[in-house]
């Protein structure tokens, strides 16, 4: 597996690919690996003749109170899974490879921003577009995998994928649980046992609300007064949001939309953790 901290020798890896298979996948992670990463690259290994993984944490979606400082960084176990899983490129920028000292340059997001994780992190999703759109220029993928469990931040990529050009196929695959059900994230290292126990309630209470879907609720209000209730009676009192929206525009309605989906953010102590269930199609739904 090539290991690269420069652009230039990632790209020129790249482009030699490109011109050698007709599908060259990308992964891109914060590291801090975990089975749900794992599984994004699983799903390239297959579906690519090459796959390349990005390791970086993004300094420019990070808020100045959030934890960029204390981000999980654990490079050498993160290099040996992706070799564990037949990855053929990591690339490992630090943050002045990415950031030229004075950089300005930002990649406005699309309106689907601007709701959920957008009202609650204002400038996050412009540090995640401007940082995707420079590693399609940077790794010039066929092909690149992102997951269910950030759900807003698939919608935004795809929609600059679309309306900027990049031609890059798109595949957004299941979000990895625990088999309690709470679904991995380099965050729920962070957590107590008592955290970790309470955080539970994300996916009992999207489960509450698929059931309620399920055997006919088509009230929005109904659906999120569960939620809460649920997360509440978990002990989780501060909630960002616990929502049903539309999965295609991410829009709220008073009656619960065709293609509804889930959405939760909530913090435990210091750390703040998202979910989300599709209800009428996801197979947790009916478990
Ligand atoms: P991150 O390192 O948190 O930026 O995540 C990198 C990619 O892994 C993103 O596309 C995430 O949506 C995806 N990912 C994170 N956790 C999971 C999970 N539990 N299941 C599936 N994909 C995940």
Same mark, same amino acid.
Request: hydrophobic share 30%; aromatic share 10%.
């Given at each position: 597996m090539q290991v690269f901290k420069e652009k230039e020798a990632a790209r020129r890896w790249m482009f030699q690919q490109r011109c050698a298979v007709d599908a060259i996948g990308w992964v891109p992670t914060m590291g801090a690996l975990h089975e749900g990463h794992l599984s994004l690259v699983r799903r390239s290994v297959r579906r690519c003749q090459a796959t390349a993984a990005s390791i970086f944490v993004n300094p420019?979606?990070?808020? #100045? &109170?959030? &934890?960029l400082a204390r981000? #999980? +960084?654990? =490079?050498e176990s993160d290099l040996e899974m992706l070799a564990g899983c037949g990855v053929d490129a990591v690339f490992v920028p630090d943050t002045e490879e990415m950031y030229s000292s004075g950089f300005s340059t930002y990649v406005q997001p699309p309106?689907?921003?601007?709701?959920l994780e957008g009202k609650h992190r204002p400038d996050h999703f412009r540090g995640v577009t401007t940082v995707v759109a420079k590693l399609f220029h940077v790794l010039p993928c066929t092909h690149a995998f992102f997951g269910h469990k950030d759900y807003q931040q698939a919608c935004v990529l795809e929609h600059m994928n679309r309306e900027l050009d990049f031609g890059v196929d798109i595949e957004v695959c299941p979000t990895v649980r625990d088999a309690d059900g709470l679904a991995l994230s380099s +965050?729920? %290292?962070? =957590?107590?046992g008592d955290q970790r126990s309470r955080a539970l309630s994300l996916i009992r209470a999207l489960r509450q609300a698929a059931e309620q879907y399920r055997t006919g609720e088509r009230s929005t209000a109904a659906l999120e007064r569960g939620m809460r209730a649920v997360l509440q009676a978990g002990?989780? @009192? %501060?909630?960002d949001y616990a929502t049903v929206v &539309?999965? &295609? @525009?991410l829009t709220s309605h008073s009656t619960v939309p065709e293609q509804p989906i889930a959405l939760i953010a909530a913090h435990l102590g210091g750390t703040r953790l998202i979910d989300n269930l599709r209800l009428d199609t996801d197979s947790l739904a009916t478990a």
């Open positions: 420019t979606q990070f808020a #100045p &109170d959030e &934890d981000y #999980p +960084r654990t =490079l309106k689907v921003a601007l709701r +965050r729920n %290292r962070y =957590l107590s002990g989780i @009192n %501060r909630i &539309d999965a &295609d @525009n």
